[in-house]
């Protein structure tokens, strides 16, 4: 039967002929939601990206979906964003329950809005299903919370392609405001210039976190006057999240305890 995915207290179950986009998480299996677990473990093919849980791992899980790989790779060009959702729609209208498979969470920076327009428009049903978001999880991932009673009650979440918002600037400069910065690897020099030029004091903390909740994580601190050196230095790459404010300061939540599990390699670097 064609129509709608039914919706209960445990999420919807999938129908032939329909859409869920599916948010990943940052990376491990276990940081996505029992529901989508459910979703992926229904569907007849999973459309996948290189961020999130990725190919590999859901090949792990041995279900027994066809896995469509549109992610970018090292040598290798993206899928046009246009020829995916040509594919989803292609794919529901050929009968099979397609999950579309987004790091993180689908409407953070993620094109989730505009493959749910796309298959609306062509006439098939979509359901969405939310995923912990690399904004949140990543900081938290090196101990960064990102508000903080009495140091940050504004979080400011933007992607650092193309010159900063005035939004931005005013948030940068704001010593309450906690700012994450998503696809900022590249345009950090550039925003950084534009924060200390609009006021932003040199010595507002900064941290970079790149592949959080991987085994590849790795964490850069400095002041702000300094982030872009310390970039440069230890050649940081993306994917990346970039947190500016107070409650990147080294220390804040104190020293971890000798008997806490210590969940990934963390290195400083204060200039
Ligand atoms: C196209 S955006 C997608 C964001 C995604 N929808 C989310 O909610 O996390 C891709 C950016 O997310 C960030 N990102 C995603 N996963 C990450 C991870 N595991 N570690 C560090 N940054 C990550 C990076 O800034 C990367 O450039």
Redesign the pocket.
């Known amino acids: 039967m064609r129509g709608s995915a039914t919706a209960g207290r445990s999420g919807p179950t999938l129908v032939p002929g329909t859409v869920t986009l599916v948010?990943g998480g940052?990376?491990p299996l276990d940081l996505m939601t029992v529901r989508a677990h459910r979703a992926l473990a229904q569907a007849d093919v999973i459309v996948t990206d290189r961020?999130?849980p990725g190919p590999e791992a859901i090949a792990e899980l041995g279900w027994c979906a066809e896995v469509i790989d549109v992610g970018k790779h090292p040598g290798h060009h993206p899928i046009p964003q246009e020829q995916i959702t040509a594919l989803l729609i292609e794919h529901a209208r050929a009968g099979h329950a397609v999950v579309r498979l987004?790091?993180?969470?689908?409407f953070?920076?993620?094109r989730g809005g505009e493959e749910v327009a796309a298959c609306r428009a062509a006439g098939i049903e979509v359901a969405v299903i939310p995923?912990v978001?690399?904004?949140i999880a990543?900081p938290q991932a090196a101990g960064i919370p990102v508000t903080h009673r009495g140091t940050a009650a504004t979080v400011h979440i933007v992607h650092g392609q193309g010159p900063p918002s005035a939004a931005t600037l005013a948030a940068l400069a704001d010593g309450s405001v906690t700012t994450i910065v998503?696809?900022?690897v590249a345009g950090l020099e550039r925003l950084v210039a534009a924060a200390l030029a609009h006021g932003t004091p040199a010595s507002r903390p900064a941290a970079i976190?790149?592949?959080?909740?991987?085994d590849r994580q790795r964490t850069t601190r400095a002041p702000l006057g300094g982030i872009v050196a310390a970039a440069r230095e230890r050649e940081v790459r993306?994917?990346?999240?970039i947190m500016i404010g107070e409650v990147a300061r080294a220390g804040l939540l104190l020293p971890a305890l000798p008997s806490e599990p210590v969940g990934a390699v963390q290195v400083d670097v204060l200039s």
Do not use: C, W, Y
């Open positions: 948010g940052p990376g961020l999130g987004k790091g993180g969470d689908p953070v920076f993620g995923g978001s690399s904004a990543v998503l696809m900022g976190v790149e592949s959080g909740h991987t993306s994917p990346a999240v």
